[in-house]
């Protein structure tokens, strides 16, 4: 197994890779994923095995504290030298779930955050993976006001500060 930051030769096993692991209304666009890379490349981590893509973890840097819908579709939010490390998406395979993969992408970021002096990290997900987060040292600080990939479901906005990157 291999972690790696993301290039632009990656584009389509990356949109291979998200139309599995998210439903059509979930999943980020061609379009979208080609100007992430283009814009913050460094901070779009890809986990390989032998060469072959299974999963992969992404997200701008921003000084905002909360992630806002926008962000997913303009990448040129994306402040380098910004505080907080997003998560936009973790994707891993069905096949190679369950094997701790997801966790080594999210140690690799969240490692990423610590070594850059970012102020921490910030996602939204799903209700039921509140507990998963959690792992990570990551509070959840109440529904999020995002719509993103969950328009009928709610979703919570959680914050992991440098005291508690793990």
């Known amino acids: 197994m291999r972690i790696r930051t993301a290039t632009q030769d990656d584009l389509d096993a990356i949109c291979r890779v998200e139309a599995i692991c998210f439903p059509a209304s979930e999943a980020g666009t ?3 994923f080609a100007a992430r890379l283009k814009v913050f490349p460094r901070h779009f981590l890809l986990l390989e095995d032998e060469g072959r893509l299974i999963g992969f973890v992404n997200g701008m840097v921003t000084d905002d504290r909360t992630i806002s819908d926008v962000m997913f579709e303009q990448a040129e939010l994306h402040k380098e030298d910004g ?15 369950r094997k701790g993969y997801a966790g080594q992408l999210m140690r690799a970021l969240i490692g ?17 993976l509140l ?36």
Not at 83 to 97: A, C, I, M, N, Y
Not at 112 to 128: P, Q, V
Request: glycine fraction near 8%; aromatic fraction near 12%; include cysteine.
């Open 30 to 32: 061609r379009e979208s």
């Open 83 to 97: 505080k907080w490390q997003s998560v936009f998406g973790l994707d891993v395979l069905p096949e190679h779930r």
């Open 112 to 128: 990423h955050s610590r070594e850059d002096g970012r102020c921490g990290c910030i996602l939204t997900c799903k209700e039921h």
């Open 131 to 166: 507990p998963y987060y959690t792992r990570f040292g990551f509070r959840n600080l109440g529904v999020s006001l995002s719509q993103h990939g969950a328009p009928k479901n709610r979703t919570y906005l959680f914050a992991m500060s440098t005291e508690n990157l793990k």
